[in-house]
């Protein structure tokens, strides 16, 4: 381990850039803390040349959004043969893609909430399905761009089709969930425990929630019946092998339990990226199963290889 290089990926070009500098830090200081050689990698355009002069041993992935995690670093480091962290060029893709991913684990058995793919001018003039209903980027991550259209709103949300929208020109419509937001990870095949996220004074698991001291309480293990948490766990590994992840990733549920224990549970979708930042969730949840930071961290560059 000792004599092991660790080139960490981080910051990049997306509008999660803050979100991966700070995963990126804080991974390359535990690696450092556990014995690694780190170098911390700000990841631009020229990411090949660089990687080729480093040489190092593992590319520790702790990109996010657009290039980092739907495929396309991946596909670079596929082409200079580098070992590194996390899923590969498929699996990024496909779970990057929301509309996609909902069609695969709806095949492989898992409940989904009904949704459709509509150009975001088509959300303009009349509800595109019967509120509520949430509009969301297709190929974006942290709630960015995220919108809940309440049962009594009239109108559409305007925002959508304003020039202020900047998450490309299709957008996922999705049956709105009521209830609580459960997450649970997956680390190789094994699924770890389950937490709910509650968040503190906003409306939903928004971007200031995920990342903001404060914004969100987490209980790890959350307060659910064994049967309902037993199924999360079933169903956050097998979206994780449907899709084809490797190392770690994070599925995302939504359980209405108003009218009975047995309620609706829904996956929304499948985090291949999960953030490590000291408020994120996969940290926490491996702590609670028995894994340290450092632990976590050191599987993953050990499980790291090309070809994933």
Not at 10 to 16: D, Q, R, V
Not at 23 to 39: H, I, M, Q, R
Not at 76 to 84: G, S, T
Request: aromatic share 8%.
């Amino acid at each position: 381990m000792k004599n092991k290089h660790v080139a960490v990926l981080m910051g990049g070009f997306s509008s999660e850039r803050p979100v991966s500098l700070s995963s990126g830090n804080a991974c390359a200081a535990a690696l450092e803390d556990v014995g690694y050689k780190v170098t911390r990698v700000d990841v631009g355009r020229h990411i090949g040349p660089v990687l080729l002069a480093l040489k190092p041993d593992v590319c520790f992935n702790a990109l996010h959004g657009p290039f980092g995690e739907d495929g396309t670093i991946q596909g670079i480091l596929e082409y200079l043969a580098a070992p590194y962290t996390h899923s590969g060029v498929l699996a990024s893709a496909l779970a990057m893609n929301k509309d996609l991913a909902k069609t695969v684990a709806s095949a492989a058995g898992i409940p989904v909430a009904e949704s459709k793919l509509i150009n975001r001018f088509a959300v303009r003039d009349q509800h595109p399905m019967p509120p509520p209903y949430v509009v969301k980027p297709v190929n974006e991550g942290s709630s960015f761009g995220v919108v809940i259209v309440k049962e009594d709103q009239s109108h559409p949300p305007q925002i959508i089709s304003s020039t202020e929208w900047k998450y490309g020109e299709r957008v996922m419509v999705e049956r709105y969930v009521h209830g609580r937001e459960l997450t649970c990870a997956v680390m190789g095949d094994v699924a770890l425990g389950v937490t709910e996220i509650i968040p503190t004074g906003h409306s939903f698991y928004d971007y200031d929630s995920k990342y903001v001291p404060g914004g969100s309480k987490h209980e790890c293990p959350a307060k659910i019946s064994p049967n309902i948490y037993q199924k999360i766990q079933t169903l956050a590994l097998k979206a994780h092998q449907a899709i084809g992840c490797r190392g770690v990733s994070r599925s995302d549920f939504r359980y209405d339990d108003r009218h009975s224990e047995n309620g609706e549970l829904v996956w929304l979708e499948i985090n291949t990226q999960p953030g490590m930042t000291p408020t994120s969730l996969v940290p926490e949840i491996a702590a609670q199963a028995g894994h340290s930071f450092g632990d976590l961290l050191s599987w993953l560059v050990e499980d790291a290889s090309c070809l994933r």
